[in-house]
């Protein structure tokens, strides 16, 4: 068994609670695929992801009988004549499909329907007909905005403010540096004016947001209200950036970390930091300041990758304590670990928690309270938990499909339309006044709670045998550089994105989707002699498809190596194909499955030292050529490697 042969797909799973983040800022145009005129070809990819990955099996005449139910709404909307009753459809996937499709195409043309509104309708009606909280439409624009959160947000233009909602002209943050902090504006002031127009009465936040848009450069005159009347503060707009983890040091010895996204680890974020060594040095920075206590906040926090939630946990947690439990109805069953990198000064420890912390925020939580690691506080969560794959759609648009339900590791929760409730509630949010005086109710609940938080683990980090420098030092050469990685019709742009180094068997575990018995498989990569991997992805945007992932894993003997290639660890998330190409000592190939559907991945072996090379896509797409030529490249570096044995 291996899970050193599982697809190395830079997990495109993700645990988000799906929002519209209100920044007021402009973000770059998504990647676009090229679809036919009548927008069949990404109603048709919708249609059999959401077949082929839900995880609840679905009945495709009731998903094509709401994608007609959406067309009749989007035409009558229109003012258009109503689309007659839907054909009876075959029994088969397929054949349903193509009788929809003419029936489509044939009232779309009779009834002068715009054929790209109405498909973004069907499509969205689709999504919706399963009335799950993480399977959605996404609009390119949307699409978009989503991959810059969960790939640690782009640096946008715009005036860089968080806008809340009662009153919704409330500014509830501001980018640190950024334009509307250049110009003095503050948490807690009331936008009632943009460009001498009263804004006051505005009833969104979307139609504030739409009026504050502008381009880079351009001026805007805001009238706002700190309690004292309206005063007029002019801001020009440029880029601005809002980092997903922010510490400091509260009175009394308490640390204090924010996290607002759990970005995909490995990636650099636009200040140059990366999610994991941020919150390593967030840590370090704490004990230096004499830190006794500690409080989490995951407040608002909607999610992102349930692979990071698993590395933050184990910075908290022992090895041995699992994460989180993902199943479908399919009879595929998994556990994910924490992460196996225990930071070596655990204190007492408080969550902070509201309606807003979805997905992997609410895995987090309940993992630390399960394991009698912190208490949690505030309000009860989202209830919004599955692990889902974003996957792109012809056109530019996306589809965020739930292809696991998730729950507590341990007790098998479900937290799924239930959310948490906290050991201590507070009030549901700050008051405007709290706002504008720097109180926050419910840090001062936190701070309260900590004296009856469970005493921390005396759990000693272990230190590993091999350390990222070591890796780096013998492993980082067969890394290519972006511009060396071959593309081809869809792989149009290869930046590495995503750069990391494993020295413990867990992240290994979790990077390829868990296990059904985590701590047996940890227990076989320990008797194996693994040593640690160093880990690339290449592609466009963080978390997008299509990516090429490269890992090269080290052990300690050329038989655990040999272990590591020869034997599948995780059939149901791989399996086994013909191998396109022999390459060292012995090669292996699989196609992957469930969790990692849409990757095929060469194996192979060096003495040593393990490679695999996963090439990603919407399920359909495969390009072996890629493979070939990505591993053949890698392999060329690794023949002039020297591995020596180290002590």
């Known amino acids: 068994m291996a899970t050193d042969s599982v697809p190395r797909l830079p997990r495109a799973i993700l645990a988000c609670c799906l929002s519209l983040i209100l920044l007021t800022g402009s973000a770059l145009a998504p990647a676009v695929y090229a679809q036919d005129a009548t927008g069949l070809d990404a109603i048709g990819a919708e249609y059999h992801d959401m077949l082929d990955l839900f995880y609840r099996p679905i009945d495709p005449h009731d998903l094509l009988q709401a ?41 779309v043309a009779s009834a002068s329907l715009p054929s790209g509104a109405a498909a973004i309708d069907v499509e969205m009606g689709m999504a919706d007909s399963v009335h799950e909280q993480h399977t959605h439409y996404l609009s390119p624009g949307i699409m978009h905005a989503f991959l810059s959160t969960v790939g640690g947000g782009q640096q946008s233009t715009g005036l860089g403010i968080r806008l809340g909602g009662d009153p919704p002209g409330l500014i509830m943050d501001v980018a640190p540096g950024g334009p509307a902090d250049a110009a003095g504006v503050q948490p807690g002031d009331v936008i009632v004016g943009v460009d001498a127009k009263d804004v006051s009465h505005t009833d969104t936040t979307t139609t504030l947001s739409s009026a504050l848009a502008g381009p880079a450069g351009s001026s805007v005159q805001l009238s706002i209200d700190r309690g004292n009347g309206p005063q007029v503060v002019s801001v020009t707009r440029g880029a601005y950036y809002f980092p997903p983890l922010q510490s400091s040091m509260l009175p009394g010895g308490v640390g204090y970390l924010k996290l607002s996204d759990f970005v995909i680890s490995g990636t650099t974020l636009p200040d140059g930091t990366e999610i994991l060594a941020d919150l390593d040095k967030s840590l370090d920075d704490l004990d230096a300041q004499g830190a006794q206590s500690l409080i989490l906040d995951l407040r608002n926090n909607g999610g992102g990758s349930v692979q990071t939630a698993d590395e933050i946990l184990g910075r908290f947690l022992p090895e041995t304590v699992r994460s989180v439990r993902e199943s479908d109805q399919r009879g595929h069953l998994t556990y994910e670990l924490a992460g196996g990198r225990t930071h070596d000064r655990q204190l007492p420890m408080v969550v902070l ?29 989202a209830g919004a938990v599955a692990s889902s794959e974003l996957l792109p759609l012809p056109g530019g648009a996306g589809l965020q499909v739930a292809v696991a339900a998730a729950s507590t590791a341990d007790t098998n929760m479900t937290l799924d339309g239930v959310g948490i409730t906290p050991d201590v509630m507070t009030s549901q949010s700050r008051s405007l006044d709290d706002y504008r005086t720097g109180r926050d109710p419910q840090i001062d609940a936190a701070i309260g709670a900590l004296a009856s938080a469970p005493p921390p683990p005396s759990v000693a980090a272990a230190a590993a045998p091999v350390t990222s420098d070591d890796l780096d030092q013998l492993l980082a050469g067969v890394l290519p550089d972006s511009q060396d990685v071959p593309t081809n019709d869809r792989l149009q742009t290869t930046t590495r994105w995503q750069r990391l180094d494993y020295t413990h068997p867990n992240e290994l575990i979790d990077q390829n989707g868990g296990a059904p018995d985590p701590l047996g498989l940890q227990q076989t990569l320990e008797a194996r002699g693994y040593e640690g991997s160093v880990v690339a992805t290449y592609g466009g945007t963080p978390g997008d498809l299509p990516a090429v992932g490269i890992n090269v894993d080290l052990y300690s003997t050329v038989d655990g190596a040999h272990s590591a290639t020869a034997v599948n660890d995780l059939p149901q998330i791989q399996v086994p194909i013909d191998a396109p190409i022999q390459l060292g000592d012995e090669t292996v190939a699989y196609r992957g499955a469930w969790l990692a559907t849409g990757s095929t991945a060469l194996v192979w072996r060096r003495g040593r030292v393990v490679f695999t090379v996963t090439y990603s896509d919407v399920p359909g797409f495969d390009r072996p050529d890629t493979l070939v030529a990505v591993s053949q490249m890698v392999d060329s570096r690794a023949q002039q490697m020297s591995i020596p044995y180290l002590p």
Request: proline share 7%.
């Open 353 to 381: 928690v509201n309606g807003g912390s979805a997905s992997a925020s609410e895995i987090t939580a309940s993992a630390l309270r399960d394991a009698h690691r912190a208490l949690l506080v505030g309000q009860r969560t």
């Open 67 to 107: 994608a007609w139910t959406a067309l009749g709404s989007d035409a009558s909307r229109r003012g258009a004549p109503a689309p007659a009753p839907l054909p009876d459809l075959p029994d088969d996937a397929d054949g349903a499909f193509s009788t929809f499709s003419s029936a489509y195409s044939a009232y």
